[in-house]
């Protein structure tokens, strides 16, 4: 397994006092508050060769998520339910300092925070992909490609992911008896997935709390932390990195500030995509 060099721009010490400056007075440098997100465009069908798929823009992060659907058994011990497999990888092209190769503890680690995000939250109704109960089930693979990367890429990556199930339909089944037909060229109306997930990062720069930190701001952060919601407020995930530490006063804070910044994430996915 390769291991990714570390993504932190070389940052002049007068662009750091300007970022620290501008939080002083309330406002980040690109005219953001603390709470607010960058621009979010998401296409859909973007990969027409996928069953699914989604690319997301946030700022100048750009993510592309596909999902293909495999026939398989299903295991022994879950015979009425299909399989979620997620996979993220960051392309050299998205970063000076990305390598080619297979997948490094970054990529592993955005590909469980996304996954486990799904599957905790039961978003991805896994007995939906079911062909017949102990016979036959579909395996969702969901890979997420990172094109360009400006920052934040986990939020990126769990949008991709499920505006690209959203996208997704089943194929039509025919059962006659022991017979299983599967016809992939007519499309049921059946999605993979029941409600959407949204994971919302926040960064701490001194003493600032800032909710989806660019690629200026993650190189100086302290730590990040990101909290992954349903829409109706359960937390279903929780991921920390860098170094730093929060005390028990920030993490509350921190939360408070990415749980109101959700509640805008889902409106701009309603708006976006067709739930």
């Known amino acids: 397994m390769s291991i990714t060099p570390s993504n932190q721009n070389i940052m002049s010490l007068l662009k750091k006092e300007s970022i620290l400056n501008s939080l002083e007075r309330g406002i980040r440098l690109d005219g953001r508050k603390n709470i607010d997100y960058r621009p979010l465009s998401i296409t859909l069908n973007y990969a027409k060769k996928a069953e699914g798929s989604a690319l997301v823009k946030l700022g100048d992060t750009m993510v592309l998520a596909g999902v293909k659907l495999e026939e398989e058994e299903p ?4 015979p009425n339910q299909g399989n979620l497999i997620v996979n993220v ?3 050299p092209l998205a ?3 990305f390598e080619p190769g297979p997948p490094d503890e970054n990529a592993i680690e955005l590909a469980r925070v996304v996954d486990r995000s799904l599957r905790d939250s039961k978003a991805v109704d896994l007995s939906r992909l079911v062909i017949a109960p102990g016979k036959k089930v579909w395996t969702a693979w969901v890979d997420v490609y990172v094109l360009d990367y400006g920052g934040n890429v986990l939020d990126a990556c769990t949008l991709a992911a499920v505006a690209a199930l ?34 919302v990062t ?4 001194g003493k600032f709390l800032v909710v989806d930190p660019n690629l200026d701001e993650e190189s100086i952060a302290d730590v990040k932390i990101s909290f992954s919601y349903t829409p109706d407020g359960r937390i279903v995930g929780m991921q920390k ?12 804070n921190a939360e408070s500030l990415a749980r ?11 708006k976006q995509i067709i739930m």
Do not use: R
């Open 75 to 78: 295991f022994p011990d879950t």
């Open 89 to 91: 990888e960051l392309l």
């Open 95 to 97: 970063y000076e300092t």
């Open 166 to 199: 959203y996208n997704t339909k089943l194929p039509k089944v025919e059962i006659e008896g022991e017979n299983i037909k599967i016809l992939k060229e007519e499309k049921t109306d059946i999605t993979p997935i029941n409600y959407p997930v949204a994971t």
């Open 202 to 205: 926040v960064a701490k720069i």
């Open 241 to 252: 990195s860098n170094f730093g530490s929060l005390s028990l006063q920030e993490v509350d």
């Open 260 to 270: 109101a910044a959700s509640q805008k994430l889902f409106e701009e996915l309603k």
